[in-house]
């Protein structure tokens, strides 16, 4: 039984990606939706070859995931932040 120790490539870009969009504030967004797209294909990929990497993948998706969330909270907080009133201003007097 032969053991085939080649980690997939897909695998290690979508973790990296997926880190990626973590750290990276409002490119991030992007970064996490490539992070998906090659966390599917790595997936796929292994399911195909038996290659390893799949836990590579998985957190990929995982770092992906959550840094789609983070960023979008980032975006609205931002968007909130500069839609409220100057500090000038007096509401009802």
Request: proline content about 2%.
């Amino acid at each position: 039984m032969s053991e085939n120790s080649q980690t997939n490539n897909s695998s290690v870009i979508s973790l990296t990606v997926g880190i990626l969009s973590l750290l990276i504030p409002f490119i991030g967004l992007i970064l996490g939706i490539i992070g998906i797209v090659f966390s599917r294909k790595a997936v796929k990929e292994i399911n195909k070859t038996n290659e390893n990497g799949k836990g590579l993948a998985t957190a990929g998706l995982i770092c992906s995931i959550v840094g789609i969330i983070l960023q979008l909270f980032a975006v609205l907080g931002y968007i909130a932040f500069f839609s409220l009133p100057s500090s000038g201003t007096t509401i009802g007097f």
